[in-house]
């Protein structure tokens, strides 16, 4: 049973325009969400990251989104760049957990058009 | 700083034969993971180390082994290779942190046929 899901295996935008990608997860201790990014034969680097206590973080382009009664979040990419175009993890985390482990989502594949 | 590094970067078996995936960390991190990625299924934990000296399973560890030879190193063995564990396969390392971040950071992969 995955707790955490990307039902979106694919998402293709214009560039310039916004791109969104969703996330849902099940389990209410997840309390840190996490936004990874991956290239063709390279490892997943972190993208950006969100507290439970907030709902909202902005990083240049990057804007994560999280509605806790939802347990929803999401990825905005503003203006997105051909160089966005990459599959994109979420990921979740119970802070508590001694070892630090992530659970991660499937993943969305994003091609943004030139 | 190499980050986190892994070898080989591809290997081919055969069903049956054994072999150890090496994973190294200059970050001086605590932590260290052993993920596999298949097709729709995202990362799954295998084995993970919290701090040296110690492992635990993850949610896929059967017909693997791991070996914490120091705070640097993590290595992931297959005993007896099957064309299920065919897959790309992550190290990563991250430091503890009991609030904040827990940015895990991630080696180049391995890609893993088995056949």
């Known amino acids: 049973d995955q707790q955490v899901k990307q039902n979106s295996p694919s998402l293709s935008v214009q560039e310039g325009r916004i791109s969104i990608l969703n996330c849902d997860y099940t389990n209410s201790m997840f309390d840190y969400f996490l936004w990874y990014k991956k290239y063709p034969a390279e490892g997943p680097t972190f993208l950006i990251s969100i507290s439970s206590i907030k709902d909202k973080n902005e990083d240049g382009r990057f804007t994560v989104f999280l509605n806790k009664s939802a347990k929803h979040l999401s990825l905005h990419i503003v203006p997105s760049q051909p160089g966005d175009s990459a599959v994109y993890f979420c990921a979740a985390s119970a802070l508590r957990n001694a070892g630090n482990m992530l659970t991660f989502g499937g993943g969305t594949r994003l091609m943004v058009k030139p | 700083n190499a980050g986190v590094t892994q070898t080989p970067k591809f290997q081919v078996l055969k069903t049956g034969q054994s072999m150890t995936l090496q994973c190294a960390q200059d970050?001086?991190?605590?932590?260290m993971y052993w993920y596999r990625q298949d097709p729709g299924m995202g990362l799954r934990l295998i084995y993970y180390?919290?701090?040296?000296?110690?492992?635990d399973k993850g949610e896929v560890p059967n017909g693997y082994n791991v070996s914490r030879l120091n705070k640097r190193e993590f290595s992931l063995r297959l005993e007896s290779a099957a064309p299920s564990q065919t897959s790309v396969y992550f190290c990563?390392?991250?430091?503890?942190?009991?609030?904040?971040?827990?940015?895990?950071?991630f080696g180049p992969g391995t890609r893993l046929t088995v056949l």
């Open positions: 180390s919290a701090s040296e000296g110690t492992t």
């Open positions: 990563a390392s991250s430091e503890w942190r009991e609030r904040g971040s827990n940015e895990q950071f």
């Open positions: 970050m001086n991190h605590n932590s």
